[in-house]
């Protein structure tokens, strides 16, 4: 049994770790219980990457509110917490009359919702922003923008433990019971924890979580979206993301650029009740590829380097509507358990008010004493092939490992490598390495520096080769030695 703990947060995605660093601002003692074996591997890391605007979701919703404040923040977070985001802008293009009455009404309710400078533009402007977008005018919301969705939840998770916050990474809970002293029994199969707070905040697993706390009813759908990778040649054709008109519920396949350059095209829409099921068939790709060209005719099957598929965990009701998100105390069910379901789109967003929201919740129920050692700021590994040629010539004269190149696409060298390995987190996996670094992640796809990195893995942490995992427990790298 671990000594007991102020608060136990069930889930360490991008939410879950935004409550357990903004919760670190407060003397608790804090733990987070992730069953994956890095905190980014479910629906935090798996998504288009955009920072939306807000003006997607109805008037006086959760979604709407923490929307808007999640993206205001979100210049200071990246300061603070050293992760990539660029305020690009982003553009929803229409070609009939019926787009532009919808346009309209989307632009009205943004305004509504706080969303700033949202405007109708016409087809010049609109090809001036992005000179390859096929359509006849838009709605321009310069106010949007794109993040890396790894390195922010990385970010949030590693800032949190910085400030005294313990993650439990491959501890999958199994069980929760209330006990006489008002107290919380969690169960996982690598031991129990006892604690007087639990926060669900287990994504995916929300509705599970809700049910062992005994708040019932909620049902709790995936909806599965797939998406291609383009090579980074195709980045500078896309300036900023491009979004059809959306329909009532679902924003449409949409054309995506990214903090590092690449494009992503995607997602669809498949409701699935398989929650761990990632596979990408060819004919959807065929679809993605098709319905996107309509937006952005640049698209060839010679730029694919991967293709990857997200599930947003989506509350419904009985006819199956979507719900708005859920942030709740149940005091006469499950006191002292703070319960968070149908955290979807826009999440990443709207990661840290909806920690704050959560802790408000908290406050109305006992007083929260600050924490006078809580510090903001946390720094990332350095990406040496975007410093200068002096900087990169003080690194290596620091560093000799940084004259070592490990991964020729991306120009990540021996020293990034080793700083990941040696994570404050802890994760020991390829994948781990890869978000960390973007190695693993250019044209090749690993292909040149994968078996290095899994040698460097083995001689830095001691491990046999048949332990390392790509990414989640049973997917080795190796299963044994070949002639």
Known sequence: MKQPYDVLIIGGGVVGSAIAREMSRYRLKIGVLEKN???????????????????????????????????QMMDQLSKELDFRFIRCGKVLVGNTEEDMETLKRTLKQGEDNGSKGLVIIDEKELHRLVPAVVGKFAMFSPNSGIVDPFNYTIALAENAHEN?????????VKGISRQENGTWRVETEKGDFLTRWVVN??????????????????????????????????????????YPVPSNTYMGIHVTNTTDGNVIIGPNA?????????????????YLAESASDLWPCISKGDYIRNYSGILPKWVDDEGVIQDFKIEI????????????????????????????????????????????????????????????????????????????ICRCEKVTRAEILQAIHNPLGVDTMAGIKYRTRSMMGRCQGGYCQMRIEQMIEEELG??????CYARQGSQILFGEVR
């Open 37 to 71: 074996l890095d905190v980014c591997y479910e629906t935090s890391g798996r998504n288009s990457g955009v920072v939306h605007g807000g003006f997607a979701y109805d008037r006086g919703s959760l979604k709407a509110r923490l929307c808007v404040e999640g993206n």
């Open 164 to 172: 005294g916050v313990d993650y439990y990474l491959d501890h999958e």
């Open 201 to 242: 905040s287990a994504g995916l697993g929300c509705g599970k979580i809700s049910e062992m706390l005994e708040i019932k009813g909620y049902h709790v759908i995936g909806s599965k979206g797939d998406y291609i990778i383009l090579d980074k040649r195709t980045g500078p054709l896309l300036p900023m993301p491009v």
């Open 270 to 286: 498949e409701t699935v009740t398989d929650f761990s099921y990632y596979g990408v068939p060819q004919r959807n790709m065929d």
């Open 330 to 405: 149940r005091d006469e069910i499950a006191p002292h358990a703070i319960n968070l379901v149908g955290i979807e789109s826009p999440g990443l967003t709207a990661a840290v008010p909806i920690a704050r929201y959560a802790i408000g919740l908290m406050k109305e129920r006992e007083t929260l004493e600050p924490n006078p050692n809580f510090n903001p700021v946390r720094k990332g590994i350095v990406r040496f092939a975007e410093q200068t040629k002096e900087e990169q010539a003080r690194l290596i004269g620091e560093n000799p490992d940084y004259g070592e190149v």
């Open 463 to 468: 491990k046999k080769a048949t332990e390392i």
